[in-house]
């Protein structure tokens, strides 16, 4: 309202200007799996009085199948390891094989230059077989581009380590480690992080019960049932 | 590329630690950790030549707390995080949880929104300034900063009755209209407040003592604040001209005229010429928004009941210590399936042991300082 930007900002935001790679309007033109297949439909729009200067397209809701010119890349490149790839609120989700994580993040950095790894974290599914979700949320500075890798792993299934690209996935590879017990393969010093060392169990599993430390200690020390 | 450091343990434990080699713990409880921040420092003489942080101390399990409680009942925990800044972590999470609905909250919340986070950005890079100051051993900035700062929380404590812990936003908008003299006050803070930053400056710019205590001290380049994900000023500092406002806007920041400012060498004189310049920023942004401030509804169309269809998303905002990330996962119930908050304290501390490499103990105090960690969001 005030006053604009006078010097426009290198796609401000995720909207159609410029074809870029992670961009909602390229999987908006694909023919989309999901039947309703709305691009953008300006009259969902709430009729505001004091409409900004903001891209206006709602975000879709709910995943649908990218294609765009960066999953072609990645799967010209890499071909079967790029399982899938679907974009959701606008942002790209590309599941890859466990396998190949550290030389596609080395390809992702240095070639697609995903240079900057915001977070890494992980996502538990227990009636899944595969049940860890490990999320790799990688920005562009130069693109000014998020890009989300996934890989897929069960409790016992190692995943390779990315501290050897990214310096900062060290103490996020330990958390992970920490709360989910998934464990990093060629981590330097893979131990818990956030709780202490003699901890049983790893809290932020969806079969682990935020009672059951509690009550075990209770019992052991105070010798009754329990304290809640 | 990645810095390949030798873990602190497994070195000294295969190293035969030399004739003048001391392990000298320091905290948790060291008055100048900012917190209880333990660090593990590996000594020649007094230079260190290692170190290891062990966090955890005030580790809450925050993100197991909120796969227990619903959207909004979750909103109120994440101002606990770094509670220096808690309107800074309110709007990221509100925003996040927008996203994932698909909702956005009204051009009139949006800028209540952005005044409140600026004053709160400035309360937290005077917050520190003082702190920081006070490690190095000039005691007199902490008064003025605390000064000022009592100013935006009286600012807070007028709008929604809390002065630290605000829970100030909601999601899809706000719950309170501004009061009756908000734009009055946010102008008597921010019309004389550029004089009172150069007041500061005044204090420690050209201090003989202070410019010896941070120059040179704590450098990381920009390769290396890349490698370890540093955001915020730390980022910045080293020359990186990064800022979300500018990158993603969020909130009204698409509105507003400002500078990114930069420092060069990346040590901890840059990174307080960095931080003291983003005040002056955020009091400019400040002055724009009240000139202006449109008229209309504060809450959008959210429901009362939250439920997000199925799905994920990761939402950042730049809070006063760098990328304050939110990665929400929905699975389509009224509770969040999985929320990862991505600390920018953390991610910052990590590149500590980088920094001190080479340096003196006394040099701990003043690095640990200018990262601006706060130990509730480190440990969350």
Known sequence: ?228 | MADQRIPFATHAETTVLGADEIVLNMGPQHPSTHGVLRVKLRLDGEKVIGSECVIGYLHRGVEKIAEHRTYTQFAPYVDRMDYVAAVSNGLGYCEAVEKLLGAEAPLRARVIRTILTELQRIASHLFWLGTHALDIGALTPLFYCLREREEILKIFEKYCGARLTTHAFRIGGLQYEAYDEFEKDVERFCTPFDKRVDEYESLLTGNRIWVGRTKGIGILTAKEAIDYAASGPVLRASGVKWDIRKAMPYAAYDLYKFEIPTGKNGDTFDRYIVRMEEMRQSRLICLQAIENIPAGPIMGKVGKVLKPPPGEVYHAIEAPKGELGYYIVSDGTTQPYRVRIRPPSLINLEAFDKMIRGHLVADVVAIIGTLDIVLGEVDR
Request: proline share 11%; hydrophobic share 35%.
């Open chain 1, 1 to 228: 309202m005030a006053n604009d930007p006078e010097e426009k900002q290198p796609s401000a935001s995720p909207k159609k200007e410029e074809p870029s790679a992670v961009n909602p309007s390229a999987a908006a033109s694909e023919p989309a799996s999901k039947p309703p297949a709305t691009p953008a439909v300006p009259a969902a729009k709430p009729p505001a009085a004091a409409a900004p200067p903001r891209p206006p397209a709602p975000p879709k809701e709910g995943p649908v199948a990218l294609d765009n010119d960066l999953v072609k890349r990645y799967k010209e490149r890499f071909g079967e390891a790029i399982r899938e790839a679907w974009i959701d609120r606008k942002q790209a989700i590309l599941v890859i094989a466990r396998e190949r994580l550290v030389e596609i993040a080395t390809y992702s950095r240095d070639e697609e230059k995903f240079d900057w790894l915001s977070d890494l974290t992980a996502v538990d599914w227990p009636k899944r077989e595969q049940r860890f979700d490990v999320v790799l949320n990688m920005y562009s500075l130069e693109k000014n581009e998020r890009l989300r890798l996934k890989v897929y792993a069960t409790a016992d299934e190692r995943v390779p380590s990315v501290q050897g690209v990214w310096a900062t996935a060290n103490w996020e590879e330990r958390e992970v480690y920490d709360m989910f017990g998934v464990v990093f393969e060629g981590h330097p010093e893979l131990k818990r992080i956030l709780l202490p060392d003699e901890w049983q169990g790893h809290p932020l599993r969806k079969d682990y019960d935020i009672l059951t430390q509690d009550t075990a200690w209770v019992r052991e020390n105070l010798g009754i049932e329990s304290g809640q």
